[in-house]
């Protein structure tokens, strides 16, 4: 992480143990009303020398002010929990990294322009599976992938539970055929 701090101070520096409200309530100042969001994400195992110098590279050409990359560290509590034991199957330790692009006037493009940018830049590095909550428009491709072994389980449940599909504005399970 070294090379990233010498960018500048860190708008939340959050690597350290935390629990889970305390780490999403850390966040709220970070996203006022009126602002415009478009993210992209991946994982990362261990990133090398290589990977950090695209990462920066993808930092210094942030389109907005507000826009950040956010760098979760997954280790510790996170991957001591069996893979199956819940719907989250990444358990092996990993960063999971956000594009954020944020802006409050303008077109939307150039923003959702560097997201998908920076996703680009760091697919060669990127491991399989993320985080479904921090999913743009991946598709359901990645949001299976991301389930791993859990997908047709929660198929199951998905059928079992909204067979109509009602909660579907989200990374979506669809339910099963009857």
């Known amino acids: 992480m070294a090379p990233l701090r010498r960018l500048g101070p860190a708008i939340v520096d959050m690597i350290r143990p935390m629990n889970y409200t305390e780490l999403i309530a850390s966040l709220d100042p970070t996203a006022p009303d ?13 990133p090398g020398d290589d990977a950090l110098k695209a990462l920066i590279a993808c930092a210094e050409q ?3 002010p507000f826009s950040v990359i956010v760098i979760h560290d997954i280790h ?8 199956d034991a819940t719907a989250f199957a990444l358990r092996e330790p990993h960063y999971s990294v956000v594009n954020a692009a944020a ?10 322009a560097w997201a998908q940018e920076s996703l680009a830049r760091m697919q060669p590095f990127a491991s399989q ?4 909550n921090f999913m ?5 491709a990645a949001v299976r992938e991301s389930y791993r072994a859990n997908y ?4 199951a449940l ?6 109509t599909n009602f909660f579907r504005m989200n990374q979506n399970i669809k339910p099963g055929k009857k």
Do not use: C, I, N
């Open 103 to 112: 802006w409050e006037e303008g077109p939307a493009e150039p923003h959702v």
């Open 158 to 163: 998905k059928t079992k539970y909204d067979p």
């Open 76 to 83: 510790g509590a996170a991957t001591r929990v069996a893979p």
């Open 62 to 64: 942030k389109s907005s």
């Open 34 to 46: 009126g602002r415009h969001y478009a993210d992209t994400a991946y994982s990362l195992k261990q």
């Open 129 to 132: 599976g993320l985080y479904v």
């Open 136 to 140: 743009g428009h991946e598709g359901e």
């Open 152 to 155: 047709e389980r929660l198929v």
